[in-house]
T-cell receptor, first 116, second 112 residues
Framework: DTEVTQTPKHLVMGMTNKKSLKCEQHMGHRAMYWYKQKAKKPPELMFV???????INESVPSRFSPECPNSSLLNLHLHALQPEDSALYLCASSPHLGLGGAGELFFGEGSRLTVL | AQSVAQPEDQVNVAEGNPLTVKCTYS??????LFWYVQYPNRGLQFLLKYITGDNLVKGSYGFEAEFNKSQTSFHLKKPSALVSDSALYFCAVRERSDQFYFGTGTSLTVIP
């Protein structure tokens, strides 16, 4: 299984809603990532989890709250978002350096978020 | 600091012609370099990577890339372009941690 699965594929929410994005992988990767991507732009790193611990937070506003319940799952909790947060949110995983080489990122198909 | 640059926002090529998408890098130490492709409304798909060894790396869908240490480049190439190759291409570098840095992307259009 070389897939990263993201749900939902599409999400529309109001600025007062609370919602969550979910990501799952079963490749045994211990590094998991959230990226935000605007149209025709590169992915922007938001968070990195390493061995289920938050290792990188790229100064993301607190209205985005990541969670890594176990080594296969990654969530992104959303609350009080702004219209400018509308974007494609991509989850990815990779093996750590030295464990199977300098592994690439495996991306999910993304969750398209629209904030009204 | 690690970084990659993609100097061309847009590349157009006729179907059947060879294509090149350019990438230059700036890293301290030996680089781990990657190419990804993204089709509309999809996630990024891995094409190939350079870790060490042969400077010519072969990847998915007939793509290859040439690592050139003296020119700090890692250009993506394909001998004969297909219309279905039209997509957004990203070069990336991985530093000696879990962090990846992406180029700004190059939109490739293959003209029938």
């Amino acid at each position: 299984d070389t897939e990263v699965t993201q749900t939902p594929k599409h999400l529309v929410m109001g600025m007062t809603n609370k919602k969550s994005l979910k990501c799952e992988q079963h490749m045994g990767h211990r590094a998991m990532y959230w990226y935000k991507q605007k149209a025709k732009k590169p992915p922007e790193l938001m968070f990195v989890y390493s061995y289920e611990k938050l290792s990188i937070n790229e100064s993301v506003p607190s209205r985005f709250s990541p969670e890594c319940p176990n080594s296969s799952l990654l969530n992104l909790h959303l609350h009080a978002l702004q219209p400018e947060d509308s974007a494609l949110y991509l989850c990815a995983s990779s093996p750590h350096l030295g464990l199977g080489g300098a592994g690439e990122l495996f991306f999910g198909e993304g969750s398209r978020l629209t904030v009204l | 600091a690690q970084s990659v640059a993609q100097p061309e926002d847009q590349v157009n090529v006729a179907e059947g012609n060879p294509l090149t998408v350019k990438c230059t890098y700036s890293v301290s130490g030996n680089p781990y370099l990657f190419w990804y492709v993204q089709y509309p409304n999809r996630g990024l798909q891995f094409l190939l990577k350079y870790i060490t060894g042969d400077n010519l790396v072969k990847g998915s869908y007939g793509f290859e890339a040439e690592f050139n240490k003296s020119q700090t480049s890692f250009h993506l190439k394909k001998p004969s372009a297909l219309v279905s190759d039209s997509a957004l291409y990203f070069c990336a570098v991985r530093e000696r941690s879990d962090q990846f840095y992406f180029g700004t992307g190059t939109s490739l259009t293959v003209i029938p």
